[in-house]
T-cell receptor, first 113, second 112 residues
Framework: GESVGLHLPTLSVQEGDNSIINCAYSNSASDYFIWYKQESGKGPQFIIDIRSNMDKRQGQRVTVLLNKTVKHLSLQIAATQPGDSAVYFCAEWESGTGNQFYFGTGTSLTVIP | KAGVTQTPRYLIKTRGQQVTLSCSPISGHRSVSWYQQTPGQGLQFLFEYFSETQRNKGNFPGRFSGRQFSNSRSEMNVSTLELGDSALYLC???????????FGSGTQLSVL
């Protein structure tokens, strides 16, 4: 199967700063991507998604950027808050090759008050 | 609308035993997927069920099995437990026509 990797396992940011979490994927045929947030003791929570026919999508305080040329995905969190502290996963959807998501190992975001 | 519900929340078993985990999807969701999550490994796909049929399966040994009932509730079973099976087992449901997974809080399984 294809692998989805994260560039940094941990990230610490000051409260109020912007956070950028990166993700690399290897299958150029992947056409759907999701970012999930997982807080301690909870299951992953959907944050934002993007399809391969887009290169940017914005939500509330979050933006996902997709660069298909280098197979790179990023999640930007504006004005990071203590409640944003969690592990963030990117997930890659491979339709036609088993119809399953492949998840990265996650980036742990710590927001420093 | 209630979210995905998984029971039990925690389980402690010993090697060689078997275990059954339960998942109730969001009302109206007919697809249920199971994932294993371990430190450093991320989430690994176990299997997916839709309308009581296994539609997709990951690379796990046959000791891992599952099923889905007519009300879309799902169970997964692990037989002959090994220490390496200690993990958080997550269930996710999906609305028909969407790929988006909605996860439960998981069952934390510890094998001693």
């Amino acid at each position: 199967g294809e692998s989805v990797g994260l560039h940094l396992p941990t990230l610490s940011v000051q409260e109020g700063d912007n956070s950028i979490i990166n993700c690399a994927y290897s299958n150029s045929a992947s056409d759907y991507f999701i970012w999930y947030k997982q807080e301690s003791g909870k299951g992953p929570q959907f944050i934002i998604d993007i399809r391969s026919n887009m290169d940017k999508r914005q939500g509330q305080r979050v933006t996902v950027l997709l660069n298909k040329t280098v197979k790179h995905l990023s999640l930007q969190i504006a004005a990071t808050q203590p409640g944003d502290s969690a592990v963030y996963f990117c997930a890659e959807w491979e339709s036609g090759t088993g119809n399953q998501f492949y998840f990265g190992t996650g980036t742990s975001l710590t927001v420093i008050p | 609308k209630a979210g995905v519900t998984q029971t039990p929340r925690y389980l402690i078993k010993t090697r060689g035993q078997q275990v059954t985990l339960s998942c109730s999807p969001i009302s109206g969701h007919r697809s249920v997927s199971w994932y294993q999550q371990t430190p450093g490994q991320g989430l690994q796909f176990l299997f997916e069920y839709f309308s009581e049929t296994q539609r997709n399966k990951g690379n796990f040994p046959g000791r891992f099995s599952g099923r889905q009932f007519s009300n879309s509730r799902s169970e997964m079973n692990v037989s002959t437990l090994e220490l390496g099976d200690s993990a958080l087992y997550l269930c996710a449901s999906t609305r028909t026509g969407s790929e988006k997974l909605f996860f439960g809080s998981g069952t934390q399984l510890s094998v001693l």
